[in-house]
Structures are given as structure tokens and as C-alpha cells.
């Protein structure tokens, strides 16, 4: 991105910080674009929780993928008193039904390049990791990973899309009537690309916000969404995915009829 960056610069012939994001924070790139897509999985799965009358302290999770999303993920729900019993990846999958020791496994996987083996759990078949009686899944890896099959034995009460897409459009009616909450992509894993714009504002601004700042907005901006959404959805009496294109679209409408006669 910073390549992206100095070659647009050079073109225009002046600088044009604010042209990407994702930049390193020498040249203008945001603290906390690190990990801000698994914050605002985590701000979503606790409002989920709230609104369920769920614990989070004590509640179990799984997680396919431990990458740029599902890694981080993992410490903050454990952090969040949750117990992560389970974590698969493109090698396959590990359980342990007391909880995976998240710092451990990070090493494990730095070491290795993979969940598999590792001595503090016992190897699953990948598929297997659906089905586990737990209160959150979450896939934070490949889209279409929820199926029919997967969506009649999906063992948690909520389902959190970190991954784009990772529900096919069949399996949404078998989840909806199963009674599993599904928090949508489109509002779960938004945190990466609010702390874009947050990166875009403060390239436009030139001036750098704390580490605080950044945290804090982009609680915030998390929350404001999922509760608008469940506020739709409780109105409308449609899961939160219908939910949110309803608040989408009505935002595009709003501001179409605003601007008048253009466009």
C-alpha cells in the first residue's frame, strides 16, 4: 500500500496520503487497523450475547480459521471469559472441551504454520467442528462454509460471520428456523474497513489519533451499527441479514431523495 501510495503521488505530483489505506504508520497508516476486524466480531458477539440474555463468561466458542481474524479472535473471547474448545484451519481442526490455551496455541501455530498438533488437544475432522454443542460459532475463514448439512447441525445458538459470506443463501432458513441468531457479515466483520475510514479521516486531517481514539470510535461505530440493526430487525421481524440491507438501502434512499433532482 505504501507503493500504491508513493506511485500515485508521484503521477498527481503532490501527496495523496489519504488515496489508500492500510498503510504503515510511518507514511500515515491508523493504530489499531491490526485486529480491528476481530474487535468489532467481538463487539458484535457480546451485544448478540446481551440481547440473548446470554453469558459470555463460561459460554463456549469455535472458530474455523486462525488468521489475520480468527487468531486475534481467539484471545479476545478468552479474554471475554468465553472458552474456545475448538479451532480449525486449512490442515484440519483440534479440540479441547476445558478450552484451547490461546497464548500456546499462537506459538504453536508461529512455529508450525498450523493448529495441527498441537499437544494441548486432540485432532477432530474439520467438518466435525460444526457440530459441537457450544453458544458461538464462528467462521472467520472461507465463504460458503455454512451449508444446509452444517446449518441442520450447527451446534451454537449464535452464528457470527468474521468471513465473507460464509453462509449459503439455502442455509439461512434452516438457521432461522432452528432458532440460531446470525449476526451477517455485513455488520460483524466491518471493523476492518471502519478503521480504514478511520485511517482516511486522519490522512485527510493530517493528524494522527491515539491509540484511545481509535479504540474507543471504533466501539463505538460497532455498536451503533448492531443495535440499529437488531432495532430493524425487531421491527420488521426479520433475521438481522434482512435487517441490514433494509438499514442499508433505506440510507442509500434517504439520501437519494435529499439531494433532489441530481443525479
Known sequence: MAWLMDTLSMIRGAAMPDSVTGKPLSIGGTRGHSGATSTGVLVCARAAFRELELPMAGSRAVIQGFGKVGGPLGFLLSSAGMRVIAVADVNGAIHNPAGLDQAALSEHVAATG????????????????????CELAVPAALDGVI???????LGAKVLVEAANGPTTPSADPILEGRGVLVVPDIVANAGGVTASYFEWAQSRQGFAWDDQL???????????????????????????????????????????????LFP
Open 114 to 133: 498450523t493448529v495441527v498438533g498441537f499437544p494441548l488437544s486432540e485432532p477432530m475432522d474439520g467438518s466435525d467442528l460444526w457440530s459441537l454443542d
Open 214 to 260: 481509535v479504540a474507543t470510535r471504533l466501539r463505538s461505530f460497532m455498536e451503533d451499527a448492531f443495535t440499529e440493526v437488531w432495532a430493524k430487525g425487531e421491527a420488521l421481524h426479520v433475521p438481522l441479514r434482512r435487517a441490514a440491507h433494509a438499514v442499508a438501502l433505506t440510507r442509500v434512499a434517504d439520501a437519494i431523495a435529499a439531494r433532489g
Open 147 to 153: 451449508t444446509d448439512e452444517v446449518a441442520a447441525r
